[in-house]
Nanobody, 127 residues
Framework: QVQLVESGGGLVQAGESLRLSCAPSGRTFSNYAMGWFRQAPGKEREFVAAISGNGVATRYEDSVKGRFTISRDTAKNTAFLQMNSLKPEDTAVYYC????????????????????WGQGTQVTVSS
């Protein structure tokens, strides 16, 4: 059974940083894009960032550009989301997703483009 396991969430104050990790089990996603999405209470799941299979192409939602950085360690089959200068509006459950694109192409930004999802990790930013 394929699983994506997120870790690294928590409670921080505005301006602080967190680093989320996503470790797949059951298969490797080194040839596919991986992405991060988030969902706040009462809101739809929204795109945060994505990275191509080869780690070259990335894309970000406008509100996180310059603050968040997505990366991946192909050897460890793990993706990361470094979140700096966190704001209260970043509070949400963050989900890792895999399969949203090819090895070198632009990674997808829509949830329907991803086939595998983690259970989510809570990020809470206090003001």
């Amino acid at each position: 059974q394929v699983q994506l396991v997120e870790s690294g969430g928590g409670l921080v104050q505005a301006g602080e940083s967190l680093r989320l990790s996503c470790a797949p089990s059951g298969r490797t996603f080194s040839n596919y894009a991986m992405g991060w999405f988030r969902q706040a209470p009462g809101k739809e799941r929204e795109f945060v960032a994505a990275i191509s299979g080869n780690g070259v192409a990335t894309r970000y939602e406008d509100s996180v550009k310059g603050r968040f950085t997505i990366s991946r360690d192909t050897a460890k089959n793990t993706a990361f989301l470094q979140m700096n200068s966190l704001k209260p509006e970043d509070t949400a459950v963050y989900y890792c997703a895999a399969g949203g694109g090819t090895y070198s192409g632009t990674p997808g930004a829509a949830p329907f483009q991803y086939n595998y999802w983690g259970q989510g990790t809570q990020v809470t930013v206090s003001s």
